[in-house]
């Protein structure tokens, strides 16, 4: 992977072992940023030979509800790399079944991983985005957050009323912390297509994702970037959604 530019930035990606988080630290790598990869497994072996030879690639496993766990990987990402300027919460399960046949442990795992991870993952981190600056003159000083939404968060999708729950508070919670921790940090929530995930796949058999992983990353690296903006309300969605009948 050829590295086509040099710049100080570090990001911090959750749940980057498969899929969007995979897709978008290695877009970011061949950028030049520095990220690090948070993540309850590990990426695949060959996933992994091709990290372990890139210097500013730094893969550490970890539950992200575990703050203990959160703050170890914070810190030894701020010793390897000086700083944290910008964090993807993209870490996140799904569960494709009935309400009526859903129970309290499955609500209670969803709500664990897609709320409560996410905001454990950002109050630990918020202190040293606070310190960072992005590199771009277009972005105001500070750090930036990328929350993961997803298209359940906005339209009605059958099957799926834990997991449109947890994204929608994903949404809320973005659009809220913004107002709040602006213009220090920036909080961006991108609202991906259907995507060829392994999530996906299992949620939707008989579905064919409109987009690959890289399409998204492509995206969140423009986001980064200062090219692509969020709309007035913190929201990225230039994608098409096939569950949305409007």
């Given at each position: 992977?050829n590295?086509?530019?040099?710049?100080?930035q570090?990001?911090?990606?959750?749940?980057?072992?498969?899929?969007i988080?995979?897709?978008?630290?290695?877009?970011?790598l061949?950028q030049?940023?520095?990220v690090?990869?948070?993540?309850l497994?590990?990426?695949?072996?060959?996933?992994?030979?091709?990290?372990?030879?890139?210097?500013?690639?730094?893969?550490?496993?970890?539950n992200?509800c575990n703050?203990?766990q959160?703050?170890?990987?914070?810190s030894?990402?701020?010793?390897?790399?000086?700083?944290?300027?910008?964090?993807i919460?993209?870490?996140g399960?799904s569960?494709?079944?009935?309400f009526?046949?859903t129970?309290?442990?499955?609500?209670?795992?969803?709500?664990n991983?897609?709320?409560?991870?996410m905001l454990?993952?950002?109050?630990?981190?918020?202190?040293?985005?606070?310190?960072?600056?992005?590199?771009?003159p277009?972005h105001?000083?500070?750090?930036?957050?990328?929350?993961?939404?997803?298209?359940?968060a906005?339209?009605?999708?059958?099957?799926?009323?834990i997991?449109?729950?947890?994204?929608?508070a994903v949404?809320?919670?973005?659009?809220s912390l913004d107002?709040?921790?602006?213009p220090f940090?920036r909080?961006?929530?991108?609202i991906?297509?259907?995507t060829n995930t392994?999530?996906?796949?299992?949620?939707?058999?008989?579905?064919?994702?409109l987009y690959q992983?890289?399409d998204i990353?492509?995206?969140?690296?423009?986001v980064?970037?200062?090219?692509?903006?969020?709309?007035?309300e913190?929201?990225?969605?230039?994608f098409?959604?096939?569950?949305n009948?409007?």
């Amino acid at each position: 992977m050829n590295q086509k530019k040099k710049t100080s930035q570090t990001v911090f990606i959750t749940g980057a072992a498969t899929g969007i988080g995979l897709a978008t630290a290695k877009l970011l790598l061949s950028q030049g940023y520095n990220v690090t990869i948070f993540s309850l497994t590990k990426p695949s072996l060959q996933d992994m030979e091709i990290l372990a030879a890139m210097p500013r690639a730094l893969v550490l496993i970890g539950n992200i509800c575990n703050s203990t766990q959160v703050k170890k990987a914070l810190s030894a990402t701020i010793k390897k790399f000086g700083s944290i300027d910008i964090l993807i919460n993209n870490a996140g399960i799904s569960l494709h079944k009935p309400f009526k046949e859903t129970t309290s442990i499955e609500w209670d795992s969803l709500i664990n991983v897609n709320i409560k991870g996410m905001l454990t993952v950002t109050q630990c981190a918020l202190p040293y985005l606070r310190k960072g600056g992005l590199a771009s003159p277009k972005h105001r000083e500070g750090g930036l957050i990328i929350n993961i939404a997803s298209d359940s968060a906005l339209h009605p999708i059958p099957y799926l009323p834990i997991y449109s729950l947890t994204k929608a508070a994903v949404l809320n919670f973005s659009q809220s912390l913004d107002h709040e921790i602006k213009p220090f940090i920036r909080s961006i929530a991108v609202i991906p297509g259907s995507t060829n995930t392994d999530l996906f796949k299992k949620s939707f058999p008989s579905h064919t994702a409109l987009y690959q992983p890289e399409d998204i990353a492509h995206v969140i690296a423009k986001v980064i970037s200062g090219k692509q903006k969020p709309n007035k309300e913190g929201i990225i969605n230039p994608f098409k959604h096939i569950f949305n009948k409007d």
